[in-house]
């Protein structure tokens, strides 16, 4: 029996690429070029499945290619929100994406950015690298202590509940979270976490706001000037989750006017574009999106959508079926 057609819109670690090799009639992207909406079509076109990354706009559009041979789509990333899931479904096309395999390094890429962006790492290590510092002194660089601030959830997934138990075990921080879903007593006692009941509670009363939502129509701007406008002086705003869950022009202008104290962030919207008006602020920690970029994490990613995939063709349901 002939392997199935896969292609694969971006490189991936170089032992995944391998084992897709020895499974499969796989199309890999050495080039790392992007694929356009016309290439992701053709892809469609050609292959059992697409292997796409959050860098692929798979539009209802784009999942109308005719005729359609792709009936599965494997994704390398928990985070599923470049696809149209409800297009994937009419089309009968299995979505699968990565969940777990990420949870620890993009919470560790939260509490990077809260630690560089409280301690202002980013401006000590412009200073040093640009040969301007003058050497120590008692106020120099002074920033904000992290142990036992409160730390504020909105979302209280996988990741959030990671962040949770690094800061409350790590840093002695009170969490306090938001979800439409709040989980039983005993995982918020494991976590030290206690659950409110809106996000503009949390907002009003943590001293770190850590967005961990997906990214969706619903989602977009929930965090927008109004709500930035709740949170504290002192406090600072971290975003791992995705860009445009935050109006980024409002949060420019919070931040530009000292109503909240910083922000660090590791997505955009409209990645790879980064609002100008970032780039003027110090107060603001910028990350190119590297919540998961570890190699064992990466490669754990594309070990997890070859099970998937396996799975697929073996006629079972895989592992992290999204639809
Ligand atoms: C991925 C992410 O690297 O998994 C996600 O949702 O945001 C990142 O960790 C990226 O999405 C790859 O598609």
Redesign the pocket.
């Known amino acids: 029996m002939s392997k199935p057609k896969v292609i694969v819109t971006r490189r991936w670690p170089a032992a995944v690429e391998a084992r897709l090799r020895e499974l499969f009639d796989v199309t890999l992207n050495e080039a790392d070029v992007p694929l356009s909406a016309d290439q992701l079509k053709d892809a469609l076109r050609h292959h059992d499945a697409v292997l ?4 692929d706009a798979l539009t209802a559009e784009v999942l109308g290619a005719e005729p359609l041979r792709a009936r599965m789509l494997g ?6 929100n470049h696809i149209d899931i409800e297009a994937a479904m009419a089309r009968g096309i299995t979505v699968t ?2 969940p777990d395999v ?1 949870t620890d390094c ?1 919470a560790d890429i939260a509490v990077t950015l809260m630690l560089m962006v409280a301690r202002r790492a980013g401006e000590g290590e412009r200073e040093v690298r640009s040969g301007h510092w003058a050497g120590w002194r008692p106020t120099h660089l002074i920033g904000t202590k992290v142990t036992g601030k409160t730390l504020g959830l909105i979302g209280f997934g996988r990741i959030a509940r990671a962040l949770a138990k690094k800061a409350h075990y790590g840093f002695d921080m009170p969490v306090i979270f938001y979800t439409p879903h709040p989980p039983e007593d005993e995982v918020c006692r494991d976590l030290g976490a206690k659950p409110c009941a809106s996000i503009e509670e949390v907002l009003k009363q943590a001293d770190f706001v850590s967005l961990h939502c997906p990214g969706s129509k619903e989602n977009r701007h929930l965090i927008d000037a109004e709500r930035l406008a709740l949170m504290k002086p002192g406090a600072f705003l971290i975003n791992t989750a ?1 860009g445009d869950v935050v109006d980024n022009d409002a949060l420019v202008r919070a931040l530009k006017n000292k109503t909240i104290a910083g922000a660090g962030l590791d ?1 955009y919207e409209g990645e790879p574009h980064v609002n100008p008006g970032f780039l003027e602020l110090e107060n603001v920690v910028l990350l190119p ?1 590297m ?3 570890t190699e064992e994490t ?1 490669a754990a ?1 594309g070990l997890r959508v070859v099970e998937n995939l396996s799975a697929y063709f073996a006629g079972q349901v895989p592992r992290d079926k999204v639809v």
Do not use: A, D, I
Not at 52 to 55: A, I, K, M, Y
Not at 75 to 80: I, K, Q, R, S, T
């Open positions: 796409p990354t959050v860098t994704n390398f990333g928990v985070g599923y994406n990565t990420l993009t995705r997505v999106h919540g998961s970029s990466r990613m």
